[in-house]
């Protein structure tokens, strides 16, 4: 079954530095398999057009590919409201300008966690120094993971709750469900960056009772620059537009414009075609497979892999409970970070160094980076084994 | 690229191992070729910016001839100061200047140099251009 998977990715063949490819950099961007190339290169081959206002056959190719992709997020996630953005950073920066200046203003408070991505950290500070707004933060605990107790604290008078599903850095799953039902009994709307959680767990959007949820194709099988921000309906009516420009306007005269009142008004110029495509196709693809399973099987090749790291005498940093991502952080006792990632290239392995765009998270834990490892679909038991082979092997001569 | 031969010679030396391991172990054997900065003199002056390991450069006259201070908490960085060092250290300003970045490149250390990526070295090498550039 896992063979056959792996087949379906073309680049999965290829070797590095004379060694098979072994990708262990999926919490950057997974690979893409050949059914999403495919889909994108016989758009730009067939049906390469504008979308939306025309009435020529390849443009009603292009708008069908593109408005596929809203309704496939849609059915996928349960959700009544798509905006495709470029990926996640633009979704959660659209929440700041399209629902934060309409919403919040000098003395209102957003919460958001240690445990963000600069993507949702950026933005709010950003917002916060325009109107003076508060910005409070939840500390991460030893254990990796949120104080709940401060948060619980620190919802009064908050407006808005920024959560990570998933750390990037840490693999930790937060505790989604409680967040939400604290954060709306204090009156506050909640949005949370899934671009880590999307890939591992199919999220249903209602369920989860989240105001805004933003994430991004391409670390789930899709393709680069594109991603999406699921809306609440009552919340959608309340957000103003962002960017101007063709496709979110209704009608345009020298004294004004009106606009569109669905997802378009938030979605100017033209947009991400080939790749609403792709995603389509990447959706289409992992339909196929048992996702719950599948994480099941990768969070336990990264338990495995955290377990023999600190039999190695090596600082992992992170839990790998059943729901958290198959994402590995360690640092090396002996082997500086930068080095350790050049000495894995030189084997065929990539793995990722670096602050993660984390840094708050990074200066909580008192460290300035790690190496990262993670995990995913195509990923297999051998691939650990080999990482783990080559780790020992390289310690030996370099340690 | 012409090369001060004690540099051309060291990129042969490297051309001449086809194991990517290899190479970098002899770069990291380059590191005890850097005249040492101890950590105690870093300051945000001489921080090799952008650059993800903790990496600091002096560059300092000494009659009229170059003389690199450097140091790094990446072997992978210091080795290739010490390279740079190998390189440029008792040259005049005006030589030191004609040397081209590509070297590590060339020698199959690194993939890309492009100015736009953070790379260590590229960052470290533009640094020290910048520096002898002033004491010029």
Known sequence: MLVALRDDFPILKREVNGYPLIYLDNAATTQKPQVVLDAMNEYYTSSNS??????????????????????????????????????TTEAINLVAHAWGRA?????????LTEMEHHSDIVPWQMLAEERGIELRYVPVLEDFTLDMEVYAASLENAKLVCVVHTSNVLGVRNPL????????????????????????????????????????????????????????????ETMQPFMGGGDMIETVTINGSTYQTNEHKFEAGTPRIAEAIGWCAAFEWMSKLDLRKEHQRLIGIAQ??????????????GRHDAADS????????????????????ARGIAVRTGHHCAQPLLHRLGISGTVRASFYLYNTMDEAETFIEQLKYITERFG | MTYPEELAELIEEFQDIDDKMERLEMVFDMADEVIPFPPEHWTQTTKVQG????????????????????GADA?????????????????????ALLLSPNFAEEMGILNSLSPSRSNGFRNMFDKVMKEIRILE
């Not at chain 1, 919403?103 to 919460?111: H, P, R």
């Not at chain 1, 495995?304 to 940093?317: D, K, T």
Request: glycine share 8%; proline share 3%; with cysteine.
């Open chain 1, 304 to 317: 495995w892999v955290a377990n023999e790291l600190r039999s190695m005498g090596i600082s992992v940093y």
């Open chain 1, 50 to 87: 504008n979308v939306h206002r025309a009435v020529h056959t390849l443009a009603g190719e292009a708008t069908e590919g593109y408005e596929s992709c809203r309704s496939q997020l849609k059915e996928w996630f349960n959700a009544e409201r798509a905006v495709i953005t470029s990926g």
């Open chain 2, 51 to 70: 650059c993800q390991s903790e990496a600091h450069v002096k560059v300092e006259l000494q009659d009229g001839k170059i003389l690199m201070l450097s």
């Open chain 1, 177 to 236: 469900e409680k967040i939400t039902e604290l954060a709306h009994s204090n009156g506050a709307l909640v949005l949370i960056d899934a671009a880590q959680g999307v890939p591992h767990e199919r999220i249903d959007f209602q369920e989860s009772d989240a105001d805004f949820m933003a994430f991004s194709a391409h670390k789930m099988c899709g393709p680069t620059g594109i991603g999406a921000l699921l809306v609440r309906p009552e919340v959608f």
């Open chain 1, 326 to 345: 198959a994402v590995v952080s360690f640092l090396h006792p002996s082997i500086q970070s930068e080095d350790l990632a050049h000495l894995f290239d």
């Open chain 2, 75 to 95: 072997k992978l960085v210091q080795g290739l100061m010490g390279i740079l060092s190998i390189a440029i250290n008792g040259s005049a300003p005006a030589q």
């Open chain 1, 103 to 111: 919403n919040l203003s000098e003395g209102d408070a957003i919460v």
